[in-house]
């Protein structure tokens, strides 16, 4: 066999130059799992306190009912099922970075899809409450399962709101599984590591004891393909199924074709301008720079600016057709969506989602950590903005004129939308800081592994500007 | 279908002396079980793995949850026929929102548990090979090979000759 001795200099990924073999991974993981500091404890505790306030609210909500919020006729959606659609949409990304960039064996996934995943799964979390809220009697949600009445009359199957129970429980469920079949090796891992012992035992009995064998890998890997691919379809579905909430009916500003492909792709948008929020602080506390690279956050980047040239064109789209169309209508409302009642609501979207983004196409832009970082938080209000202009303004400006009536945020919503981020961050923070943050063994999968041969035929070595080797993948998996 | 309960556990930092030391194993009719921090195709192709069956699970999920989908939106309207909405009893059309999203539910769940059955996940009582090593998770390859008592020796030899950093021998 022909083989030659290793350089002096390691071979890297050509993702990972700073990572330097495998050990380091684990022990960088480990490092996120160690004893807090001052700085978590005062942000996890502002988010318990947001939930705290959210529940009292939500309390309020319950005992004098749902005239505490400023729903009334004609606008019945407001806040509730913005926020519900906002949450939902933030969940896209995570599975997209996970599910879909897997398929397409992107290499750059492997170290950022474990939070964006986390974030998922958080997010739909977050969604789920709102529906739930919105109904205003809470212990009746069981009428939207698939269960009889004692009438024997069952849920309606061809209304689209079924369809979103279906949807959403679906998507919970699935990326839920997906996200804890993928943290099944990365929790043996930390099992493995663990010293305090109460730690070693939640670990052990999570990882279902795990080990790494041949007949675990063998099957893992199908496995986690088929989720994959089955998340995939299912990730463009959910997005599709809420916009079909509004699309399939009659409201001018909603009963639009464009809505399905127009509200994935605002999605993915703002996922990943949520993703970015998230990496960007982890990224600075923990010191994660071998990780989260220049390549990783000018591929989100081009994510962001691609989901948001599609954004904007479905804007510009909406407005094309609601003059095009001849509808009365619908021309009324587009109109009144950027001169009306709430034009700073409609401008903040076209701005924040559809102009400041287009920033991104300078490098220098997106290589700054800073701007990215404020950009993503510009994305995230306008993609609820975004919501928030296609439900409120489309209900208070339909028909007729004597309807024509305005909606007013009261204390209970506010506070339910705060307490939502409490929520959210809540979760995240505790994922955080008691399971694997980074995707141990699937960061491996595009390290060079060990060798003691270097075989030239397998590596395409390649000496960098600095001297070092760096192994290069082409697929990022193997050829 | 069961291995031998016995035998050497070889401890590799590096994933090419792993395989040598498989191979080598195999020619020698041991059976093996390894441990690897990350799937690699290198010790696939070593232990001559066949394809996973958890795709038949997949699939057979996917395919109960359309049929599954179909017939509950389907019994459900005829159960009590009322048309809502101007739409046909059995409306298809609405109705393939609920069959794909319970094809989706129904194919993922069967394949976690293809992948449980198969991987025998969690592992409850004795595990596959008696012994293990916390670094396997870390940045070594593992490399068991079921043995009976008289051949520990030919099997640790076959391992250091291979490059393993330590040979651990099971001496209950």
Redesign the interface.
């Known amino acids: 066999m022909a083989t030659t001795d290793m350089p002096a200099t390691a071979i890297r990924s050509a993702f990972h130059p700073d990572v330097e ?3 380091q991974v ?1 022990r960088d993981a480990d490092r996120l799992l160690t004893k807090p500091g001052k700085g978590y404890l005062a942000l996890l505790g502002m988010a318990v306190s947001l939930v705290l306030l959210m529940v009292i609210a939500e309390l309020h909500n319950i005992w004098y009912g749902l005239g505490m919020s400023g729903l009334t006729n004609p606008v019945g959606w407001g806040v509730y099922i913005t926020t519900f659609v906002f949450w939902v949409g933030i969940g896209h990304a995570g599975t997209l970075i996970s599910a879909i960039l897997y398929l397409f064996r992107a290499p750059w996934r492997q170290s950022i899809y474990r939070f964006a995943e986390a974030m998922t799964v958080f997010a739909v979390l977050t969604a789920a409450l709102f529906p739930i809220i919105h109904i205003g009697r809470p212990w009746f949600f069981y009428w939207l399962l ?1 269960l ?1 009445s004692q009438r ?8 689209p709101l ?2 979103d129970v ?2 959403v429980t ?1 998507y919970l ?2 990326s839920s ?2 996200f804890f ?1 993928g943290l ?2 990365d929790i ?2 930390a ?3 663990a010293t305090h012992p109460m730690r070693k035992k939640v670990y052990t009995i999570l990882s ?16 986690y393909l ?2 994959a691919a ?2 995939t ?2 990730v463009l ?1 959910v997005h599709s ?1 809420v916009s ?1 909430d509004f699309a399939v009916s009659i409201v001018p500003g909603w009963h639009t074709t464009i809505f399905a492909p127009y509200f994935v792709a605002g999605a993915i948008l703002s996922g990943v301008a949520m993703v970015v929020t998230l990496m960007v602080p982890v990224h600075r506390i923990f010191r994660l720079g071998a990780y989260f690279t220049e390549t990783h956050y000018d591929r989100l980047a081009k994510l962001l600016l691609l989901t948001s040239l599609i954004v904007g064109y479905a804007y510009g789209m909406e407005y094309f057709m609601a003059y095009y169309s001849g509808e009365l209508f619908e021309r009324d409302v587009f109109w009144d969506r950027v001169t009306g009642q709430y034009w700073w609501a409609g401008w903040s979207m076209i701005t924040f989602n559809a102009i400041i983004p287009q920033l991104l196409w300078i490098p220098k832009v997106r290589r700054n950590l800073n701007a990215f970082f404020l950009i993503s938080i510009f994305v995230n209000i306008g993609m609820w903005w975004e919501r928030f202009v296609i439900i409120v303004p489309s209900l208070a400006h339909s028909y007729e004129p004597w309807k024509f009536m305005n909606y007013h945020l009261t204390w209970v919503e506010a506070s339910i939308l705060m307490g939502s981020f409490g929520w959210f961050f809540m979760w995240f923070l505790l994922f955080l800081r008691y399971l694997p943050g980074l995707s ?3 960061i ?2 595009v390290l060079p ?5 270097h ?1 030239p035929a397998h590596h395409m070595a390649q000496t960098d500007a600095s001297g070092t080797q760096v192994e290069v993948y082409p697929t990022g998996y ?1 050829a | 279908m069961s291995k031998l309960r016995t035998g050497v556990l070889g401890v590799f ?5 792993a395989t040598d030391a498989i191979r080598r194993l195999k020619r020698e009719g041991f059976e ?13 192709e070593a ?1 001559e ?1 066949p ?2 069956p ?2 038949i699970f ?1 699939l057979t999920g ?1 395919f109960t949850g359309t049929a599954a989908g179909t017939a ?2 389907t019994w ?2 005829i ?2 026929p009322l048309i ?2 101007g ?1 046909e009893i059995v ?1 298809l059309p ?2 393939s ?2 069959m ?3 094809t ?2 129904i ?3 069967s ?2 548990a ?2 449980f059955l ?7 009582g004795p ?3 008696p012994m ?1 090593h ?6 070594n390859f593992g490399v068991f090979a079921h043995a009976p008592r008289d051949r520990y020796d030919d099997v640790q030899r076959i391992m250091t000759d291979a ?1 393993s950093e330590e040979v651990l021998v099971d001496h209950r």
């Open positions: 073999s495998y050990e684990n698939p009889p024997h009359l069952w849920p309606n199957f061809r209304s079924l369809w279906f949807a679906t469920t699935v599984v997906f079949i099944i090796p043996a891992a099992r493995d590591t279902l004891g795990w080990r790494g064998t041949d007949r675990e890998w063998r099957h893992f890997t199908r496995a088929f989720l089955l998340a379809p299912l579905s199924v079909w141990i063994a699937e491996k999968e592994p060990p060798m003691r041969r075989d193997y | 930092a590096h994933l090419d002396a093996i079980t390894t441990y690897a921090p990350t799937p690699r195709h290198e010790l696939e232990m793995t394809e996973s958890v795709r997949t996917a509950l939106a459900t309207s159960d009590w809502v909405g739409k409306a609405a109705f929102v609920i794909f999203e319970l989706i539910l194919g993922a769940l394949t976690v293809g992948l198969l991987g025998r996940l969690p592992h409850i595990p596959e090979a293990y916390p670094s396997f998770t870390g940045g490059g």
